[in-house]
């Protein structure tokens, strides 16, 4: 299995600023996703992070405001960019396992609760 | 849109079975079933997946339906601490490079 975690795993940060949020993983994977979920809300994908290559977002989010990057298998970082308060939500990075045992299984991270004043 | 629905909520006796129906009528002949659940204040956890066939593991049990349209997850002996949201997820494939999509999930209460 994949081991994953966050830093910050919380923050209170002011409308207007900027969070960089940083996900580490303890093996090599290719694919990487970013997801939001909102107060009381289901999970929604913002990305996905290939090493080497430009993220691809979902629909309703872009790059400017959720600039993402990629530089190694083992990490990602997510900023989001000019807060308002409906950015407060959980951010949760996720992976696809690599091992055959856990060939189909999509590991998350603990996530970082994001609370935007 | 998620491909699934479930009801919002189910409450269950404690050391007894739970039984979390998904119906997934659109469902496409290569697109697996998964199951995920989300603990307050977790990630996600992996439960089971399946094809066609019915499967088990430690967690749980994944009963589909012959046609497909359906499925039902079963915690056999539920506790306190399977008090979660269960996500039924049908996905194309059974690797990567195509992440879970989530619904709305059931909100499971085990109650003592």
């Known amino acids: 299995s994949a081991v994953i975690s966050q830093k910050p795993s919380r923050d209170i940060c002011q409308r207007g600023t900027s969070l960089t949020i940083q996900c580490q993983v303890d093996s090599q994977v290719t694919m990487m996703f970013w997801y939001r979920q909102q107060p009381g809300q289901s999970l929604t994908l913002i990305a996905t992070a290939n090493q080497g290559s430009e993220a691809t977002y979902e629909s309703g989010f872009v790059i400017d405001k959720f600039p993402i990057s990629r530089p190694n298998l083992t990490f990602s970082t997510l900023t989001v960019s000019n807060m308002s308060p409906e950015d407060s939500s959980i951010y949760l990075c996720s992976v696809e396992g690599g091992t055959t045992a856990s060939y189909n299984e999509q590991f998350f991270g603990p996530g970082t609760r994001l609370t935007v004043l | 849109d998620a491909k699934t629905t479930q009801p919002p909520s189910m409450d269950c006796a404690e050391g007894r079975a739970a039984n979390l129906p998904c119906n997934h009528s659109t469902i496409s002949g290569n697109e697996y079933v998964y199951w995920y659940r989300q603990i307050h204040s977790q990630g996600p956890q992996y439960i089971i997946h399946?094809?066609?066939n019915n499967e088990t593991n430690e967690m749980a049990s994944l009963i589909i339906t012959e046609d497909r349209k359906s499925s039902t997850l079963i915690l056999p002996h539920a506790t306190l601490r399977d008090t979660a949201v269960y996500y039924c997820i049908v996905r194309v494939s059974s690797s990567g490079n195509t992440p879970l999509v989530f619904g709305k999930g059931t909100r499971l209460s085990v109650i003592a």
């Open positions: 399946g094809l066609k």
